[in-house]
């Protein structure tokens, strides 16, 4: 199903589900997962209803892997209300951010032009005690570069190269 999802072949992922199910194999969140990623690359809202409505109704719960694709996939498309509709579902069914997920929104954010609710997540990241990656720095560092402010992204890139950076402003 991987394979297929990767190569954007959601109908051959759809058989090799149907015959997982003829044969008596479940789904579990990991396949679903890869699913519900590829439908998400074709954007494609029915299927991603559809194939949430069948992890329900099969009593399993989306877990921070589906969230976080959720709001990495409507991040990177620009549609920030549901990156962040998304971000609100998953803390409301008891799921927290890991850095992964952190990152996925504090991305979305800064490229989506909504720096200071980057910085705010950020912080709250730090509160939580969840740390920063390289690639959650990179999301400050690229919209600072993108912003032509070449001193504040030099002076950050510093701050990560001495592992001081805490504080996105």
């Known amino acids: 199903m991987h394979a297929y999802c990767k190569e954007g072949r959601l109908e051959d992922a759809q058989h ?3 015959e997982m199910e003829e044969r008596g194999i479940n789904m579990d969140l990991v396949c679903y997962a890869i699913i519900i990623h590829g439908i998400l690359d ?7 209803i559809k194939s949430l409505k069948e992890i329900h109704d099969r009593g399993l ?3 921070d892997f589906i969230y976080t694709s959720f709001i990495d996939k409507y991040g990177k498309t620009g ?12 803390i409301s069914v008891g799921f927290g951010p890991n850095v992964v997920t952190y990152t996925a929104m504090i991305n979305s954010l800064c490229k989506g032009g909504l720096v ?5 997540l ?7 005690g969840i ?11 690229d919209h600072l570069t993108r912003e032509g402010n070449m001193e504040e992204a030099k ?13 996105p402003n």
């Open 16 to 18: 090799a589900h149907d």
């Open 42 to 48: 074709q954007k494609d809202s029915t299927l991603v």
């Open 61 to 63: 719960r989306p877990d």
């Open 79 to 90: 549609d920030l209300a549901m990156a962040m509709a998304h971000w609100d579902l998953m």
């Open 116 to 120: 200071r609710k980057a910085e705010v």
């Open 122 to 128: 950020f912080k709250e990241m730090l509160v939580s």
């Open 131 to 141: 740390f920063p990656n390289e690639i959650t720095h990179g999301c400050f560092l």
């Open 155 to 167: 002076r950050l890139h510093k701050a990560m190269l001495k592992g001081s950076f805490t504080d």
